[in-house]
């Protein structure tokens, strides 16, 4: 389901609806599974420290917020790595196969900050211009890595800004990080959606290069212990606050 080679005469909506809520036969289903946590573990941590960050500086306590903002930026690079491996290895792979998943186009309303609205924008106009499934699969994957890319330089910026008291609007600098941090998460869920979608129609041959690619992605001992937590209660009330949902189209 979902590739170029047999769903023409379904609607690009539906096809990828199917295909998220579907699992994924075996193996694929736990790499899947264990991808995500791994994602979700560099996310949430980033998450913590700027909503830290913020408490500490709605408290008053400016310097240790500034403090907490530094770290921010650190961990926003170790998401964007992550995220990186895995839109490159889609791309390698990709361009090796015959039939590519269906996407479906960035929406704008799902960002914040105005670079990535503007970005998003102009690949929802360009992905209606193309006519073929190969093509939009590829201008997304890149807009995609040039956005989270962008995002990533802009955070890691503000973070240091802020934590080094050099911001001119230092209220301004905070909503910035906010919406960085936002728009991040939402490069992060259009990622994951895709990759899901890309399990299902791989070879069994090149599913097996890919998984290994992804397992060898080194995980620090704050990410291992994160995921541990991931089936905890605390864990997933935390996650509900924190982790954006996948957009209602999916």
Request: aromatic content about 6%.
């Amino acid at each position: 389901m979902g590739n170029s080679g047999g769903q023409r005469n379904i609607p690009a909506e539906d096809c990828v609806h199917a295909e998220w809520v579907s699992r994924l036969p075996g193996d694929r289903q736990q790499l899947f599974r264990d991808v995500v946590v791994s994602l979700e573990a560099t996310y949430t941590m980033m998450s913590v420290a700027l909503d830290e960050a913020m408490r500490l500086r709605s408290n008053g306590q400016l310097v240790q917020a500034r403090e907490q903002a530094g770290v921010c930026g650190e961990l926003g690079e170790r998401l964007a790595w992550k995220v990186g491996i895995l839109i490159r290895g889609m791309k390698e792979h990709g361009g090796r196969m015959s039939a590519l998943p269906v996407v479906l186009p960035l929406t704008a309303s799902n960002f914040r900050h105005s670079d990535a609205r503007m970005a998003a924008a102009l690949q929802w106009l360009l992905h209606k211009l193309l006519l073929s499934t190969r093509l939009r699969f590829f201008h997304k994957l890149r807009v995609l890595q040039a956005a989270v890319d962008g995002l990533t330089r802009q955070f890691k910026t503000t973070s240091k800004e802020i934590a080094e008291n050099q911001s001119v609007e230092p209220r301004a600098a905070w909503q910035e990080l906010d919406h960085l941090h936002y728009d991040l998460n939402t490069c992060l869920r259009e990622a994951i959606v895709v990759m899901k979608c890309f399990l299902r129609g791989m070879s069994e041959e090149r599913f097996a290069v890919f998984q290994q690619q992804l397992r060898g992605i080194p995980t620090s001992p704050a990410e291992e212990q994160a995921t541990k937590l991931a089936g905890t209660k605390s864990a997933q009330h935390l996650s509900a606050q924190l982790i954006t949902p996948v957009p209602p189209r999916y």
